[in-house]
């Protein structure tokens, strides 16, 4: 009996597409051929049991095998740092380093998630590349965008039509190898930074006359006209079935949903996108198009990058130079002087509790209103959504300077902390969670970050309380049985290994630098739990801008500080009142130590 070739495939995922990898697998089992084994590898950087258990199913030890590889150290050791845009994550760079992660395969067939086959992947696996180091199909959107095409001639100085998609990629391990794509790709990247298709742009720019153009049937994307017999869909861009409705080739989509198990839940899912979030995906192409021309504008910054040249381009006329050199004068509105009014009073008070901004009206949550743990289908697609568009708009406030983040300090106690734990930080503004975020995604990339928030805010209306439902959050609730399912599900997010942020102050005062006297609960609840407190500060400084409401905009410097943890030989209450008392002394010493000045507070003043 003649013996089995091998077919080598490579998917690159984190947990939250897991399901529509499974739906990808389904569709490669479906058009397998009994002559060949199918060793599909999985490359992640930290996959939870249930994931790998959803994808193992598919190992039948015949001919097809499913193996993870964990690459998170392979990363860590890189010099570089790997930028993500918008809905791309950092596994989307791995395929760049599958020939030195595989050091001993002469080839392998990278594939995306949101695709599925229509006939066996064998057939494109065994095109015989050559001497070419990869092996793409031309990239449709390129094709069919004008903006497209125009950055690709541009800022990659080559002919759009020679331009591939990298969602599947035929790799020449071998003679990627002798061209030291990894050495390449780490130079390349300290010098500049592809903004549109990042990692694909590094391949195309890397690959120019060495990459081999493949049949279009191996890599269809729903644009244009439909193709009679296509091999292989790929659900590009924004074009997601699980999404969007009538997307082209959805049918296709579907019945391999339905082989895997889960068309149902996708399709529930679906239903209960918001109208808002599905505008914001229609959008999304034209804001591609939009960034296109932008970076387009750039090209010749770009080329110098490249180039190693470091020339700056522009001088500030004299007017502008005048005006630098002005001082800032703040014009506070009415409503801001009169929340700097009201602190005021407060703190002379001693009522550090109390908010100084009124929630809006709200409702109050019952049972049920809140899916804690995010178990039902509808929940985890929401999820993803949120924390997609959040921190899109995140990432475009920091970039037009609207929140201004000095840097982080103290990332290795975050990432030194193994298992749960309970983060504590000032409260002064709605955005001073996000410098959290980022050093939560920097230093402790494997964990979820969680968020405890007001009822109020759970059920605001409209866009922004779809993020403040979905992103994450644990809305501390009225109702004594919504408490109880809160408290449980703090101790099972605890137990899983993830991050709680809580603000202990109980009270938002807007760019208040002092720390505030602390409530007990947060440290309540990681004695409870037994896991330690992170306490983190965030100080901050006056930049040369206004912001919206006539106040000095304020740059923001996060400081992560030693854990706290638990004392074995206390009883919970006193490690409660223990770590709450540590946690206060270490904000105090920051606080000083940074502003240079020891904490106090106004003269007291009877209410």
């Known amino acids: 009996m003649a013996k089995q070739k091998i077919v080598r495939l490579f998917f690159t995922v984190d947990d939250n597409y897991i399901p529509f990898l499974s739906i990808t697998i389904a569709s490669i089992v479906s058009h397998a051929s009994k002559q060949y084994k199918y060793r599909i590898t999985i490359i992640h950087d930290g996959l939870s049991y249930q994931s790998k ?71 494109l696996y065994f095109t015989d590349l050559g001497d070419d180091l990869v092996g793409g199909v031309p990239d449709r959107s390129v094709q069919k965008y004008p903006e497209f095409a125009n950055y690709v001639e541009k800022v990659l100085e080559m002919d759009p039509a020679k331009y591939f998609n990298a969602g599947v990629l035929l790799m020449n ?64 861009l924004m074009f997601k079935p699980w999404n969007l409705k009538n997307i ?55 080329h110098d990058k490249i180039n190693g040249l470091s020339r700056k381009k522009g001088r500030k006329n004299r007017e502008e130079k005048i005006a630098l050199e002005k001082p800032i004068v703040p014009h506070l509105s009415q409503e801001r002087r009169a929340i700097v009014e009201k602190i005021d ?7 550090f509790d109390i908010d100084v901004e009124n929630d809006p009206p709200f409702t109050y949550l019952k049972p ?52 749960g734990a309970i983060i504590t930080a000032n409260h002064f503004s709605p955005f001073d969670s996000i410098p959290i975020h980022l050093a939560a995604k920097k230093y402790a990339r494997r964990k979820k970050l969680f968020k405890i928030i007001r009822e109020g805010n759970y059920t605001m209306p409209g866009l922004y309380g779809f993020f403040l439902r979905n992103c994450y959050t644990l809305p501390l609730a009225t109702n004594p049985t919504v408490i109880r399912d809160l408290f449980q599900s703090i ?50 400084r006056d930049t040369d801008q206004l912001d919206a409401d006539g106040s000095i905009l304020q740059a923001y410097t996060l400081h992560i500080l030693e854990p706290i943890y638990p004392d ?40």
């Not at 839940?265 to 192409?285: N, S």
């Open 248 to 302: 082209m080739y959805e049918e296709e989509f579907f019945h391999y949903a339905e082989m895997a198990g889960i068309k149902e839940k996708l399709l529930t899912a679906r239903e209960a996108i918001p109208q808002e979030v599905v505008e914001k995906i229609l959008k999304g192409v034209d804001e591609v198009k939009s960034f296109c021309n932008l970076e387009a504008s750039k090209a010749e910054e770009y």
């Open 345 to 351: 009073t407060l703190e002379r008070q001693r009522r």
């Open 53 to 123: 258990k959803t994808i193992r199913r598919y190992h039948d030890n015949k001919n097809i095998f499913i193996s993870f590889s964990n690459v998170s150290a392979k990363i860590q050791s890189l010099s570089i740092k790997l930028d993500v845009r918008d809905y791309y994550t950092i596994t989307t760079y791995y395929r760049l380093f599958l020939p030195e992660l595989f050091p001993t395969l002469k080839k392998g067939l990278y594939l995306d998630s949101d695709i599925v086959l229509l006939d066996d992947v064998a057939k």
């Open 491 to 540: 101790s099972t997010i605890l137990k899983n290994g993830h991050l709680i942020l809580i603000y202990p102050e109980q009270s938002m005062w807007w760019n208040y630098r002092k720390p505030k006297p602390l409530k007990s609960g947060a440290f309540a609840f990681a004695s409870r739990n037994h896991v330690p407190i992170i306490p983190t500060f965030i100080t901050m």
């Open 173 to 236: 391990f071998k003679k990627l190898r002798e061209f030291r794509l990894e050495k390449r790709v780490c130079s390349l990247l300290e010098k500049v930074t592809f903004k549109v298709a990042q990692d694909q742009d590094v391949l195309n720019y890397l690959c120019q006359g060495k990459a081999l153009l493949l049949d279009p049937k191996w890599n269809v994307m729903p644009l244009g006209e439909k193709m009679a017999k296509p091999a292989l869909i790929h659900y590009n």
């Open 568 to 607: 074995d030989l206390l009883s919970p209450s006193e490690n409660a009142a223990f770590m709450k008392e540590e946690n206060e002394k270490r904000w105090k010493a920051i606080y000083e130590r940074v502003y240079g000045q020891k904490l106090t507070y106004l003269p007291e003043e009877k209410e």
């Open 368 to 419: 049920g209103d809140v899916d804690y743990l995010r178990k039902k289908w509808t929940s985890k697609i929401k999820t993803i959504w949120a924390n997609y568009y959040s921190q899109r708009f995140f990432k475009r406030q920091i970039k037009k300077g609207h929140i201004v983040i000095d840097g982080i300090e103290g990332g290795e106690n975050l990432k030194k902390v193994k298992g």
